[in-house]
């Protein structure tokens, strides 16, 4: 049997394995092990846990990513996410539609501060979906504001899964965070546009609120200035060279930590509450990039994504058809798997037939490989968000959810077209 047969094989057990509800890190870790014993009855497969273990720990661009889950941790804590509900609710809570598009502009600002999906869309149905519901929202109009302004939290940076690519691909985490700043605006408009879509459609929904006065928007904006402040000093130091990545993280999580304590609203059992989860989510993904290097190893032994991207070459066809393709089964992969499952599987065989040989540009690829999994977080069967949302409010029927996030895979889909015919749009501030 060839080794590049060996690492099919291997490919296809893997995804078996996955789909049995074993967990990626072990799946890869076991089947990495075992595929290389095959290719190799000599190796010395169990260095590879050591090697692989020290150099995740060992990293220092990987330092980022506990910074940024204990960030978002304490800025749940410390209520912020509500404050700055009321800030977009007093400013756009009078029009049609106006808590939907409130509720979407939250997500972008949390997702600034938090750099997660799930996050955030959990943290949205505590704030939103009380208030929505008490103005009359229906539950689809709810349930699609929610689940798609959550994915925000992936492409506004800060983002986890950026800092994953960028570990993965030896590019620049800065480059990246200026790369997403001009998609993410677009999302957002793009999200506004689909929550019209579908007021359009249902005209009866999404009845505005009384128009806020002036003194309670000053107010709004007062109670947020924290909030702002940590976003603005996080970022803009991030973005204007002040400070790198990682100091700036470092310093978002001690203005987090300083609002939580000065409101009063930290407790030893909170405390305590948030470090457990930060340490889950962080220990998780260690796991799955140690897990991923094992895998890879074994990959690069059979040959395999060497001949894939070889074999794709001698098509002589036209780059943009290629990375369409690609494009679209991304979206059938995310319909089935996690996220960063999707993304990590797949790096050894995608990232060097689009930049090795088709010759786009890394940071642009991983713009586009994160709102690509962005759709793959509200699509069914597999839409962590949508797991989420009807996780936390089982009295969300799944029909309502589906219903509600059409119009927003649907400018999805737009954004990914629009980025794709012209990518230079994205590279303008790298």
Same mark, same amino acid.
């Given at each position: 049997?060839?080794?590049?047969?060996?690492?099919?094989?291997? @490919?296809?057990?893997?995804?078996?394995?996955?789909?049995?509800?074993?967990?990626?890190?072990?799946?890869?870790?076991?089947?990495?092990?075992i595929?290389?014993?095959?290719?190799?009855?000599?190796?010395?497969?169990?260095?590879?846990?050591?090697?692989?273990?020290?150099?995740?720990?060992?990293?220092?661009?990987?330092?980022?990513?506990?910074?940024?889950?204990l960030?978002?941790?304490?800025?749940?804590?410390?209520?912020?996410?509500?404050?700055?509900?009321?800030?977009?609710?007093?400013?756009?809570?009078?029009?049609?539609?106006?808590?939907?598009?409130?509720?979407?502009?939250?997500?972008?600002?949390?997702?600034?501060?938090?750099?997660?999906?799930?996050?955030?869309?959990?943290?949205?149905?505590?704030?939103?979906?009380?208030?929505?519901?008490?103005?009359?929202?229906?539950?689809a109009?709810?349930?699609?504001?929610?689940?798609?302004?959550?994915?925000?939290?992936?492409?506004?940076?800060?983002?986890?899964?950026?800092?994953?690519y960028?570990?993965?691909?030896?590019?620049?985490?800065?480059?990246?965070?200026?790369?997403?700043?001009?998609?993410?605006?677009?999302?957002?408009a793009?999200?506004?546009?689909?929550?019209?879509?579908?007021?359009?459609?249902?005209?009866?929904?999404?009845?505005?609120?009384?128009?806020?006065?002036?003194?309670?928007?000053?107010?709004?904006?007062?109670?947020?200035?924290?909030?702002?402040?940590?976003?603005?000093?996080?970022?803009?130091?991030?973005?204007?060279?002040?400070?790198?990545?990682?100091?700036?993280a470092?310093i978002?999580?001690?203005?987090?930590?300083?609002?939580?304590?000065l409101?009063?609203? @930290?407790?030893?059992?909170?405390?305590?509450?948030?470090?457990?989860?930060?340490?889950?989510?962080?220990?998780?993904?260690?796991?799955?990039?140690?897990?991923?290097?094992?895998?890879?190893?074994?990959?690069?032994?059979?040959g395999?994504?060497?001949?894939?991207?070889?074999?794709?070459?001698?098509?002589?066809?036209?780059?943009?058809?290629?990375?369409?393709?690609v494009? @679209?089964?991304?979206?059938a992969?995310?319909?089935?798997?996690?996220a960063?499952?999707?993304?990590?599987?797949?790096m050894?065989?995608?990232?060097?037939?689009?930049?090795?040989?088709?010759?786009?540009?890394p940071?642009?690829?991983?713009?586009?490989?994160v709102?690509?999994?962005?759709?793959?977080?509200?699509?069914?069967?597999v839409?962590?968000?949508?797991?989420?949302?009807?996780?936390?409010?089982?009295?969300?029927?799944?029909?309502?959810?589906?219903?509600?996030?059409?119009?927003?895979?649907?400018?999805?889909?737009?954004r990914?077209?629009?980025?794709?015919?012209?990518?230079?749009?994205?590279?303008?501030?790298?």
């Open positions: 049997m060839s080794p590049i047969l060996i690492g099919g094989l291997g @490919l296809l057990c893997l995804l078996g394995v996955i789909l049995f509800n074993v967990p990626i890190a072990a799946a890869m870790a076991l089947v990495g092990v595929g290389t014993l095959v290719l190799d009855p000599l190796a010395s497969v169990f260095s590879l846990f050591g090697t692989s273990t020290v150099q995740a720990l060992s990293s220092q661009d990987l330092i980022v990513i506990p910074l940024f889950i960030m978002g941790g304490f800025a749940i804590v410390s209520g912020l996410s509500t404050e700055i509900y009321r800030l977009a609710h007093a400013w756009g809570g009078h029009l049609r539609g106006g808590l939907a598009i409130t509720t979407v502009g939250t997500s972008a600002i949390f997702g600034a501060i938090c750099g997660s999906s799930v996050a955030t869309t959990a943290t949205m149905v505590q704030v939103a979906l009380p208030e929505m519901r008490r103005r009359g929202y229906s539950d109009l709810i349930a699609g504001s929610i689940a798609g302004g959550g994915t925000l939290g992936s492409l506004i940076p800060p983002s986890v899964i950026m800092v994953v960028a570990i993965l691909t030896q590019q620049s985490v800065l480059d990246l965070f200026r790369a997403a700043v001009i998609p993410g605006l677009v999302a957002i793009l999200y506004f546009l689909a929550i019209r879509l579908f007021l359009m459609r249902h005209p009866g929904d999404g009845q505005p609120a009384p128009r806020a006065n002036w003194g309670e928007r000053v107010r709004a904006t007062t109670q947020a200035r924290l909030t702002l402040l940590v976003a603005g000093v996080m970022l803009g130091g991030i973005y204007s060279g002040i400070f790198t990545v990682t100091e700036g470092a978002g999580v001690l203005l987090v930590l300083a609002a939580s304590l409101r009063k609203k @930290l407790t030893r059992e909170n405390f305590a509450a948030t470090l457990i989860r930060a340490a889950s989510n962080i220990g998780m993904i260690y796991l799955i990039l140690i897990g991923a290097e094992i895998y890879k190893s074994f990959l690069t032994l059979s395999l994504p060497a001949a894939t991207v070889a074999w794709v070459g001698g098509l002589d066809l036209p780059p943009m058809v290629i990375i369409s393709v494009i @679209l089964l991304y979206l992969l995310g319909c089935v798997f996690d960063m499952a999707a993304m990590i599987l797949t050894p065989f995608v990232f060097p037939l689009v930049v090795g040989q088709l010759g786009f540009d940071v642009w690829w991983g713009i586009m490989n709102m690509i999994i962005e759709i793959g977080m509200i699509t069914p069967p839409g962590i968000n949508i797991f989420v949302l009807n996780g936390m409010r089982p009295d969300l029927a799944i029909k309502d959810i589906y219903r509600g996030i059409t119009p927003f895979v649907a400018v999805d889909l737009i990914i077209l629009i980025f794709l015919l012209f990518p230079g749009l994205m590279l303008v501030l790298v």
